[in-house]
C-alpha cells in the first residue's frame, strides 16, 4: 500500500509564502547545501511512500491491540496457553474482520482526509493467503467451531430408519439469544442492526464504549421496558442464536443433526426473545407469548401433528410460564385443552426450575464464581473496568434473569443445620446460604489484603450478621437493592413453596406465581410427556462467605434504622430522612478458601452438585419428586429425568461429546439423541437415567 501526503490548502499557502519570504532576504544556498536538501526531499518521499503497515503509527496499535487480546485471555481462569491461537483464530475468522478493504479505505479516509489512501491489493492478497495457512496448521481437536460431531447424530438416527415426525421449536436461554440495537437517536445510529449481545461487535463496544453499551442493555429501572431514546430487540431466526460469536457453536449442532432427518425452517422454528425482560413484559412490549401460540397453531395445523417443545436453561422457565399464559381465559386465552391438543412434549435442557444460587449474588454485590476466580491481576483489571457496583446495577435492571431467584426457602435449600444436599462427612452445611466471619477473625495481612482489592472491613462491630438460610439471605438481599428492584420482583416474581391444593388453582390465574413451579402446577395435558435433561459432574457453586465493608451512597438506604422487610418476596426500604452513605459494601470474601473441607470452598465459594451453572437440587428436585406429585401435577403428566454425566475430553477446548457442562451439553451426543428421538416419534424408548443423587436429596426436603 503506498501513502501519499495530501496537502492542506491554507496551511501549505501560509509555509510556501514564508519561505518564499526568508529565500527572499537571504542568500543563495551552496551546492552542499542543495545536495543535503535534495538528499532530506529522498528520505522524506521514501518514508511516504512506504506502506503504512510498517510504520509505528500502525505497528505500535496493533501491538497494543493484539498484546490486550492475549493478556485478556490469559488473565481468563483456566485458560490453556496452547488454546489461545484458537480463540485468536475464532476472533479473526469472524467475516467482519474480512470485509471489503475499499470500505476500510474510505472511512479511514474520511477520518484523516489529510492522507491519500491508496491499497496495494496484491498485499492484501498475500495476507489472506498466509492467515489461511495459519488456520490450516491449527490441530483440528483444537478447532472450536468443528470437532467432527456435525451431522453424525443425524446420520445415525437417519439409518435407523427415523425421519422428522413432529415439528419442533426451540427456546433458547440466556447466553445463546442475541439481542440487537434498533436505535435511531444519533449517539446510537452507528450501531443500527450490530448485535449488542453475542458477536464480535459486543466485544469491541464493551472494550472502546463500555458506558454506552451499558445504557444501551440497561432497562429502565422503573418501567422495566427500553429507556428513553434506546431500542434493543432479540434477534430473529435460526443464527440468533446459532452461534454466541463465530466458531462458538450454541444451537448449532442440535439443528445440523435435527436437519439429517428431515427438519427445515418449515418445521423448526427458534423462538427467541429478549432475556432482560420480566415474563409480563415479554407479552406486554413484544407480544412473546401470542406470537408463540399463533406458531405453534400453525404448524398444528399444516403438519397435522403436535409440536415439540426444546428449551434451555431459563428457557425452561419460559416455557412454563407459557403454558400457564397460553390456558388463561385473561391472557392466552387457549383454554384448559390447549396444551393437551397442541404440545406433544416438552424436554427442559439444565432447566433453571428451581432458581440458580449465583444469581443471588450477582443482584447482591454483582459478583459470582466466575469473578472472584480471577487471579488479582485480573480481578484488579476486571473492577477497575467493570466494577461490582456497575454490574450489580445492570443485572438489576434485567427484570428476566431475576426469575432466577432460588425458590422454595429453607424447604427446598436447608436450614442452619442441614441441608438436603449435604454429604454425610459435611464440615459445614450449604443450609448456611450466607456465611460471615467476624471480623476478630479476620487477620490484619487479611485486611491489608482486601484494601488491595478496593475494600475497606469494618472492624468496628464484630458481630453485627449471622449466618443466614435460603430464607433470611433472600430477604435481606431485597433489603440491600433499590426500590424498583424490590417493586419489581413483588409484582413479577414470587419465590415460596405453596401446599394447600386450593390455592395452587386460584394460582392459575395469578401471573405472579406461574414462574415458580411450587406455586403453580402444570397444565390438564395427560398425553403430554415432561422431559428433563442436565449434565452432572462438575463443581457447581452453591452457597457463598460474605464480606462488609465501609459505608457508602447508593441506590437503597437498606441499613437505615427500621428497614425491615416482612418477607422475601415483597420489600421496600424506607429512604433516609438525611442524605448519608447509608448502604454498606458486601462482597463475596475471597480469602476464605479450604480445598480439604466438605463442601469444598475456594475464594469464599462453596461449592456442591451441578452442571457447573445450576445446582442439582434446582435441574432435578421437580422432576424426580415435586411433578410426581399429583399436587403439582394433577393430570399425571408423564415425567422422564435424563441425567448426563460430566466426562470431558481433555484434548477437546469445550469437552467433546460427552460434555454435560450447562451449555456445551447442547453439542453432547446424548441430548442430540434424546432430541431426535423424541422429535422423530421415538419418546417412549426414553427411560429414567440417573447417575447423581438427586432422588435422595429431594426425599429430604419438605414437600409436605
Known amino acids: 500500500m503506498t501513502l501519499k501526503r495530501r ?12 519561505v518564499t519570504e526568508t529565500n527572499t532576504n537571504s542568500e543563495s544556498p551552496s551546492d552542499d547545501e542543495e545536495v543535503e536538501e535534495q538528499k532530506s526531499d529522498e528520505v522524506l518521499d521514501s518514508e511516504q511512500n512506504s506502506s503504512f503497515f510498517v510504520k509505528r503509527r500502525f505497528l505500535f496499535p496493533l501491538g497494543v491491540f ?13 485458560t490453556d496457553p496452547l488454546s489461545l491461537p484458537v480463540q485468536l ?19 479511514l479516509s474520511a477520518a484523516v482526509p489529510t492522507w491519500d489512501w491508496d491499497f496495494d491489493w496484491p498485499q492484501w492478497s498475500h495476507l489472506e493467503t498466509e492467515w489461511e495457512a495459519l488456520k490450516a496448521r491449527i490441530p483440528e481437536p483444537w478447532k472450536l467451531n468443528n470437532d467432527g460431531r456435525e451431522f453424525q447424530v443425524g446420520e445415525r438416527m437417519k439409518a435407523e430408519g ?23 437517536t444519533p449517539e446510537y445510529r452507528s450501531w443500527f442492526r450490530e448485535k449488542l449481545w453475542g458477536g464480535l461487535s459486543m466485544l469491541s463496544q464493551v472494550t472502546f464504549n463500555k458506558e454506552k453499551w451499558i445504557a444501551a442493555l440497561m432497562l429502565d429501572p422503573q418501567t422495566g421496558l427500553d429507556p428513553p431514546g434506546v431500542k434493543v430487540r432479540a434477534a430473529q431466526g435460526i443464527d440468533a442464536a446459532s452461534s454466541f460469536i463465530q466458531g462458538y457453536w450454541i444451537w448449532s449442532k442440535i439443528v445440523e443433526n435435527l436437519a439429517v432427518v428431515g427438519y427445515d425452517t418449515n418445521n423448526l422454528l427458534l423462538a427467541a426473545y429478549d432475556w432482560r425482560l420480566s415474563f409480563w413484559n415479554l407479552e406486554e412490549r413484544d407480544g412473546y407469548y401470542s406470537r408463540m401460540k399463533a406458531s405453534i397453531e400453525d404448524m398444528r395445523r399444516r403438519h397435522g401433528k403436535k409440536v415439540v417443545l426444546v428449551a434451555h436453561s431459563m428457557g425452561s422457565s419460559v416455557t412454563m410460564y407459557f403454558l400457564k399464559w397460553v390456558e388463561s381465559p385473561k391472557h392466552g386465552g387457549g383454554g384448559p385443552s390447549w396444551v393437551e391438543n397442541h404440545i406433544e412434549a416438552v424436554i427442559a435442557v439444565a432447566g433453571t426450575h428451581l432458581g440458580v444460587p449465583k444469581a443471588m449474588t450477582a443482584f447482591l454485590s454483582g459478583e459470582m464464581k466466575d469473578t472472584v476466580e480471577l487471579n488479582p491481576t485480573g480481578a484488579y483489571v476486571l473492577e477497575r473496568f467493570f466494577s461490582r457496583k456497575e454490574r450489580a446495577k445492570l443485572f ?17 435449600w436447608g436450614n442452619h443445620t442441614h441441608a438436603p444436599d449435604d454429604v454425610s462427612n459435611c464440615t459445614q452445611s450449604h443450609g448456611s446460604f450466607l456465611s460471615f466471619r467476624p471480623s476478630e477473625l479476620v487477620s490484619e495481612k487479611e485486611s491489608h489484603m482486601a484494601v488491595e482489592h478496593g475494600h475497606e472491613l469494618d ?19 431485597l433489603e440491600h437493592t433499590p426500590d424498583s428492584f424490590q417493586r419489581m420482583m413483588s409484582s413479577n416474581y414470587s419465590c415460596g413453596i405453596e401446599r394447600d391444593e386450593k390455592k395452587l388453582i386460584e394460582n392459575n390465574e395469578i401471573a405472579s406465581k406461574w414462574s415458580n413451579p411450587l406455586e403453580s402446577r402444570l397444565p390438564m395435558a395427560p398425553s403430554m410427556k415432561l422431559f428433563c435433561v442436565y449434565g452432572h459432574g462438575k463443581e457447581t457453586e452453591r452457597s457463598y462467605w460474605y ?11 437498606a441499613d437505615a434504622a427500621g428497614a425491615l422487610c416482612s418477607n422475601s418476596s415483597e420489600c421496600v426500604s424506607p429512604r433516609s430522612p438525611l442524605d448519608l452513605p447509608l448502604s454498606r459494601k458486601s462482597w463475596i470474601d475471597v480469602e476464605v478458601t479450604n480445598e480439604t473441607s466438605f463442601p469444598k470452598v475456594r475464594n469464599g465459594v462453596k461449592f456442591g452438585e451441578g452442571d457447573g451453572t445450576v445446582s442439582l437440587l434446582s435441574l432435578g428436585a421437580m422432576c424426580v419428586e415435586g411433578w410426581r406429585r399429583k399436587r403439582w401435577n394433577p393430570a399425571g403428566i408423564k415425567v422422564v429425568t435424563n441425567e448426563l454425566p460430566h466426562l470431558p475430553s481433555p484434548t477437546i477446548p469445550r469437552g467433546g461429546a460427552n460434555t454435560s457442562d450447562h451449555v456445551d451439553v447442547l453439542g453432547s451426543t446424548g441430548l442430540n439423541e434424546l432430541i431426535l428421538k423424541v422429535a422423530t416419534g421415538g419418546a417412549d424408548e426414553i427411560e429414567d437415567t440417573f447417575v447423581s443423587n438427586i432422588r435422595e436429596y429431594a426425599g429430604r426436603m419438605q414437600w409436605d
Open 162 to 184: 427415523r425421519s422428522a415426525n413432529y415439528p419442533v421449536v426451540l427456546i433458547p436461554g440466556i447466553i445463546s439469544t442475541g439481542l440487537e440495537s434498533w436505535s435511531t
Open 66 to 78: 493484539v498484546g490486550t487480546i492475549i493478556g485478556v485471555l490469559a488473565l481468563s481462569p483456566g
Open 7 to 18: 496537502k492542506h490548502k491554507g496551511v501549505a499557502s501560509e509555509k510556501e509564502n514564508s
Open 89 to 107: 483464530s475464532v476472533l479473526l475468522s469472524e467475516p467482519e474482520w474480512r470485509t471489503d478493504f475499499s470500505s476500510v479505505a474510505q472511512r
Open 459 to 477: 472492624r468496628t462491630t464484630p458481630s453485627d450478621l449471622k449466618n443466614m438460610t435460603a430464607d433470611e439471605a433472600g430477604t435481606w438481599i
Open 396 to 412: 438489576r435492571s434485567w427484570a428476566g434473569s431475576a426469575s432466577m431467584w432460588i425458590k422454595g426457602g429453607n424447604a427446598i
Open 547 to 557: 464480606a462488609r465493608g465501609e459505608y457508602e451512597h447508593d441506590e437503597t438506604n
